[in-house]
Structures are given as structure tokens and as C-alpha cells.
């Protein structure tokens, strides 16, 4: 199974932190495509001693893509809790102090928000929690985050399965009846090119003395000759079908085949702009501009596949 490197995942867990007071962990996690792994973790103080292990599971679970952590502490009041029962008062009276200490020296911070005032250690009764169970909710939620991840990209990598192999078989599809029409179109042009190396031919040579029908004839079949090895495309359509099979091969297989596929685009556009170079008749230029385009949408879709 193939790999999107786009996807998104969440899990939470809940802590009592005591006397109606409860916190969350909530872990929200969303890749998107990149040449390697690029982790960034945003969290708490409290949910930092998590973070090596985190990236540890990322390493494991993912190969590429930039993928973005967000781990947020959400505490939630019961509502039959009394505020007296929450708030301390010591706590409170030290920082009111403290606060009034800094106004003295420095008039101009202003006064501390609630917001900041509830958030500042020890204001609400709660019981102390180690850093090894915060450790363990946050490694719980993100590791379930991570497989939600997993799965999401999983997801995407199916529907753009199903993108490339559409793709892969509108090429062929070309490539098989273009390539019927090449001895053809191949004669059509050589023998245009016989007449008018006749018209060229016939008569006199560059200083002026005649030329044998012998020699005019031998000198048509070399020249049509070199021209039909300069507009056979067989070959370019020969390679594209080697390389078609391989992006089918590798998308079958599965796996993180992302640097595969992308090499492979390069091959096939590769083949498919000789085509278009060599090309001498609209049937043949337009089965280039078109698988050329058919190309460009797989490559755009490949830079998403880990």
C-alpha cells in the first residue's frame, strides 16, 4: 500500500488533578509532503519529558514528510466545585504581593490578567502530578494520534493510487495506437523526400557537370535512409512502455516509493519530449503534447506519495 505524506490525526486523554479540577491532553498532529522527516513539536511544560519518545514513534512510523505537533493542556472546573475550594489562598496573596513589589519598581507593566493569574503555578488546589504519568498521556494520546496520522495517509495514498493508474493507462493507451502508425507515417515522409531529392538531383551538380541516374539514385536512398532513422520513434515508444511498467510495478508493490516514482517521471518526460522533437506528423506531435500532459499530472501527484 502506498503512502500519502498529506494527513491529519487527534487524541486526547484525561488526568483528575483533584478537588473537581480535570485536564486534558489533547494531541493534534498533521503532516504534509517534504524530501525528508521534518518533525516539530509544540507543547507544554508539562508534557515535555514526552517529546524524545514522540519523535522516536514518528521516526518509526513515518519516512517522510513535515509533520507539525501540537499538544495542548486543557483544565476543566466541575461545576458543583465551590471557588473557594479551588483557588488557593496563599498562593494568591504571594503572587499579590509580588505583583505589587514589580508595579513598584516598574509603574508601567500593569496589572496581571485573570488568564495569567490561573495559569500561574500553585493558584488552583491541585494535586501534584510526576512528570512519568504526564509522560504517559501524552505518549498515549499521540501514539494514537500517530496511527490516526497513519491511516489518514493511508487513505490519501489509495485515492491517488487510483489517480496514477488512471494516468499509466491513458499513456499506454496513447502509446498503443501511435505506435501502429510509425512504419507508415515513416514511408509517407520518405517517400515525399525521394521526390523532392529528385527535383533537387536531377540536372547538374554543384560545378556544373551532370549527374548519373545512378548516382542521383544512390544519393536519394542514403538521404531517406538518415531521415527515416531521425523520425522513427519507436524506440522513445519502446522506453516509455519499460518505464510505464516500472510505475506500475512500484505503485503494486507499495511502500514509501515517492523518490522512485519522481525518478520515474523524470524518464518518462524525458522519452516524451524526444518524441515530440522527432516528430513529423500531427498524429505523433499530439500524442506528445498529450502524454506530456498526462506526465505532468502524475508528477504532481507523485510529490504527495512518502
Not at 63 to 85: C, L, M, P
Request: charged share 25%.
Amino acid at each position: 500500500m502506498i503512502e500519502s505524506m498529506t494527513g491529519f490525526g487527534s487524541a486526547s486523554r484525561q488526568l483528575d488533578l483533584g478537588g473537581g479540577v480535570y485536564a486534558t491532553v489533547a494531541v493534534e498532529c498533521r503532516s504534509v509532503n517534504s524530501r525528508f522527516l521534518d518533525l516539530n513539536i509544540r507543547s507544554p511544560e508539562e508534557c515535555r519529558s514526552a517529546e524524545m519518545s514522540l519523535r522516536e514513534l514518528v521516526t518509526k512510523q513515518l519516512g517522510r514528510g513535515k509533520v507539525e505537533f501540537r499538544i495542548n493542556v486543557h483544565r476543566e472546573v466541575q461545576t458543583t466545585t465551590q471557588a473557594s475550594d479551588l483557588l488557593n489562598q496563599d498562593s494568591l496573596k504571594s503572587l499579590k504581593a509580588l505583583e505589587s513589589a514589580v508595579l513598584k519598581e516598574m509603574p508601567n507593566a500593569g496589572n496581571m490578567r485573570m488568564g495569567e493569574i490561573l495559569r500561574w503555578p500553585g493558584v488552583i488546589n491541585e494535586k501534584n502530578v510526576d512528570d512519568d504519568l504526564w509522560r504517559k498521556l501524552t505518549l498515549e494520546a499521540a501514539t494514537e494520534a500517530v496511527t490516526a496520522l497513519k491511516e489518514s495517509r493511508q487513505g490519501e495514498g489509495q485515492a491517488l493510487f487510483k489517480i496514477l493508474m488512471e494516468r499509466v493507462v491513458g499513456i499506454r493507451a496513447i502509446v498503443n495506437q501511435l505506435e501502429p502508425l510509425i512504419p507508415q507515417i515513416i514511408s509517407a515522409h520518405q517517400a515525399r523526400l525521394t521526390e523532392r531529392l529528385t527535383e533537387i538531383l536531377t540536372g547538374v551538380d554543384a560545378q556544373g557537370q551532370a549527374t548519373t541516374k545512378a548516382d542521383i539514385s544512390d544519393r536519394i536512398k542514403q538521404e531517406v535512409v538518415l531521415y527515416g532513422v531521425r523520425i522513427d520513434v519507436a524506440e522513445e515508444l519502446s522506453r516509455l512502455k519499460t518505464h510505464l511498467d516500472a510505475v506500475e510495478s512500484a505503485l503494486n508493490k507499495g511502500g514509501p516509493v515517492g523518490k522512485r516514482l519522481d525518478f520515474l517521471m523524470q524518464e518518462l518526460n524525458r522519452e516524451a519530449n524526444t518524441l515530440g522533437s522527432k516528430s513529423v506528423s500531427q498524429e505523433s506531435s499530439n500524442a506528445s503534447i498529450e502524454i506530456k500532459l498526462l506526465i505532468e499530472q502524475m508528477r504532481e501527484q507523485v510529490q504527495n506519495l512518502e
